[in-house]
């Protein structure tokens, strides 16, 4: 340590090395798999893509590979369950938009899916005395739908923090609910039948998207989750991206810096609130049912939960959380009586081995670009005019 | 394209029949009647929500699960209350005796339901606390429990609400203001705002509540200073356990069909709501929000005709007052309620 009084500014080699040391070993106490997250941030972007690649087709293989033991059958159809998973997983990322990146804890999340499933339900189901149209044609006007109620919702309650803010978004949620039952023309428990699916027919005339069918409705989800996450990805590098991580870290000091806090929290709302309403099209789609029964408090616990399990902040930590809520209920069918005591409890052990979900935030420097954060972190050696970053052995972040 | 749809879509659009009328007419004959019930109802939910404002102040954090150490409570007080004899038609007891049974009813629902608090305790907070987890790390750990509470008497008692039992008779009926008041609302309220009273002022007074008080204030002092903060946490949640007991006897009277392995969870979010409206952490919060959100929830139902409205209007009106008052009406105060 250094003699003088004062903080040292430039650290010297040996509370360098420290340093160093403690991050290594707070990683490896941290991670399942130590030093993994680092090891794919050195790689090149070129490699990162050909291995991302590979990660996606292998997902939207699944439903034809049905791996044993991973798979829900014999209880439930494989296809029919990746499809709910995809939908939860889509639930999942959008809900980290609003609590991941901004922190607000939004428990009444489960209304914008309503609002998404009673939009395509009600334009498409012939039971629906409304005009009706391509159930396409629901996918954007229930993400506007919804992006109306979530500025509607934001702007009069996002002055709230913290627990009232909660408890706030859950009345909502309850009220979205409530509304569905007394109001006559969302015909509450009776609900809307044959809800519309995309068009197109196979070579012997069926639909392709039927209710009965998963694997089309699971890659239409899939699809539409990677464009959420490739602009989702973007929004979180952008200028509202670093507004949303100020606010979250600390929303007083983003205000003094300048942040105009209330209007980027209404933009997480209005956001995440659009992919909750294009979730619940596509739920409503694919199951073909809408009524006032599936959009209760607890599912919208459910997604919260989905969401820190995954790890808040953290886009593949929210699809992995949202598909495994789906999955578990799912998978032990078998011993039906059990598997939400086994679901509540899998919850509780998740928490306390994982505290910050099972693919923690990375605390990555945000507000830097790739070249000066591999430069801080020690991965990098020279940035050659060209802004390739050359990787020297032996200096990487990876040794460890 | 557009020009086809356009006229389309104005004849198509049906008329609906009003879903909202407000029933002046019925508010006016029914506002006694329904300002009894809506203090017996607002008495239940200031007792639940004491135990999430006083876990709040301590703690930070809201317990999910304190809805099913309130349906514990209440199948504690269905189990003993079976045993004696209760059922669809109360037996012909003495007065003193059925005063008997009801006491060691709400004993057993005290004891269920503040061993169910420290068990809650033990496993979804204990382990996360040690290990410094980050707030919403609760949160997802409360649920979890909730979950497995739910479930596991669930697949114990089945789906179906348990058969309703009748308490007793109303022993006495009161006119006020042309309107009935039975024996039980009257049990209800006066019971529950003793019981409030003594909590407030054993927050206040005693040496334990002053543990509270300096727990909710600062922790990391109030360890310094002698609290034993573990002890004083468990304390927390026994005594938010017991009040949830005394509860669950005062709402099984009130809605006899309402034991049901999901039964606490609505009234669990609604005295939630309570505490928040009379301001999270604050015990005198608690008791003033439960009474209004049981007496708008039940002025509302009267106004606009339908049951369902009750929590619509609750929420409702929550979250006009957050807007207004954002710390809730009384502010949140249990760490710095003076001595």
Not at chain 1, 156 to 181: K, N
Request: proline fraction near 5%.
């Amino acid at each position: 340590m250094s003699t003088t009084d004062g903080p040292t500014l430039i650290p010297d080699d040996a509370s360098a090395q420290e340093i160093a040391d403690r991050e290594a070993k707070m990683r490896q106490r941290k991670g399942w798999f130590p030093g993994l997250s680092d090891k794919w941030n050195a790689l090149p972007r070129q490699t990162q893509w050909l291995i991302l690649i590979v990660v996606v087709v292998i997902a939207y293989l699944l439903p034809i590979l049905n791996p044993p033991l991973i798979t829900t059958e014999p209880g439930n159809n494989w296809q029919i369950a990746l499809a709910q998973m995809s939908v939860y997983a889509l639930v999942a990322v959008g809900l980290n938009v609003v609590v991941g990146y901004a922190g607000l804890l939004d428990l009444g999340y489960v209304a914008f899916f309503a609002l998404g499933s009673y939009t395509a339900a009600m334009f498409t189901s012939p039971d629906s005395p409304y005009v009706h149209i391509p159930y396409l044609w629901t996918l954007p006007l229930a993400m506007a739908v919804a992006m109306f109620f979530g500025v509607v919702l934001g702007v009069p309650t996002l002055r709230l923090r913290g627990d009232y803010l909660a408890i706030v978004t859950l009345g909502f949620g309850e009220i979205v609910r409530i509304l569905a039952t007394i109001i006559p023309a969302m015909k509450g428990q009776v609900g809307f039948q044959n809800v519309g699916h995309p068009p197109g027919t196979d070579s012997s005339g069926q639909p392709i998207f039927l209710n009965s069918s998963g694997t089309p409705w699971y890659w239409l989800t899939l699809t539409i989750i990677i464009v959420v996450l490739l602009a989702a990805g973007n929004l979180e590098r952008s200028r509202v991206g670093r507004a949303w991580i100020a606010i979250r870290e600390d929303e007083d000091a983003a205000e003094i810096m300048g942040v105009p806090t209330f209007k980027y929290k209404v933009w997480a709302f209005a956001i995440g609130a659009s992919v909750g309403g294009l979730s619940g099209a596509l739920f409503a789609g694919q199951v073909g049912f809408v009524n006032n029964q599936k959009f209760d408090i607890a599912t919208s616990i459910l997604f919260v939960a989905a969401v820190v399990m995954g790890g808040t902040g953290n886009k593949v930590g929210a699809i992995l959380g949202g598909a495994l809520v789906a999955y578990i209920p799912l998978r032990f069918t078998a011993i039906a009586e059990f598997k939400y005591l086994i679901f509540g409890a899998a919850l509780v052990v998740i928490m306390i081995f994982r505290p910050g979900g099972l693919l923690p935030a990375r605390q990555s420097l945000l507000a830097y670009g790739r070249l000066a954060y591999n430069k801080l972190k020690g991965a990098a050696g020279d940035i050659p005019a060209s802004g390739k970053v050359v990787l020297e052995q032996g200096k990487g972040a990876d040794n460890e | 394209m557009i020009s086809e749809v356009i006229p389309n879509l104005l004849h198509s659009v049906p008329v609906d029949d009003t879903w909202i009328t407000f029933d002046v007419n019925s508010f006016t004959q029914n506002f006694w009647s329904s300002t009894f019930d809506g203090l017996t109802f607002g008495a239940i939910y200031a007792l639940v929500a004491l135990g999430y404002t006083l876990v709040y102040g301590v703690l930070n954090l809201i317990n999910f699960a304190h809805s099913e150490v309130f349906i514990t409570g209440c199948y504690g007080v269905f189990f003993t209350l079976s045993a004696l004899n209760f059922g669809p038609s109360a037996p012909r007891l003495g007065f003193w005796a059925i005063v008997g049974n009801l006491v060691l009813a709400l004993v057993v629902a005290i004891i269920a339901s503040a061993l169910m608090a420290v068990i809650v305790e033990r496993v979804a907070y204990k382990p996360l606390r040690q290990r410094k987890a980050p707030r919403l790390a609760f949160l997802i750990t409360a649920i979890g429990v909730s979950f497995a509470i739910q479930y596991t008497i669930y697949w114990w008692r089945g789906p179906s609400p348990e058969a309703a039992l009748t308490m007793f008779r109303p022993l006495a009926i009161f006119d006020v203001f042309g309107t009935i008041i039975d024996s039980q609302q009257v049990v209800i309220v006066v019971a529950a705002i003793i019981l409030m009273i003594a909590t407030d002022q054993f927050i206040r007074r005693s040496r334990t509540g002053r543990g509270i008080r300096a727990v909710a204030q600062d922790p990391d002092t109030a360890t310094l200073m002698g609290v034993n903060k573990e002890k004083i946490i468990v304390t927390t949640f026994i005594i938010g356990g017991i009040l949830a007991g005394a509860a669950a006897l005062f709402y099984v009277m009130k809605i006899p069909s309402g034991v049901q392995y999901n039964g606490g969870f609505i009234l669990g979010v609604k005295a939630f709501a309570a505490a928040v409206l009379g301001g999270i952490g604050n015990v005198r919060g608690a008791l003033l929000g439960g009474l209004l959100i049981g007496l708008i929830g039940n002025y509302g139902q009267v106004l606009l005709g339908s049951s369902q409205w009750t929590d619509v209007v609750a929420f409702v009106v929550l979250v006009l007052v957050l807007i207004v008052r954002p710390e809730g009406v009384l502010g949140s105060s249990l760490g710095k309620s003076k001595a």
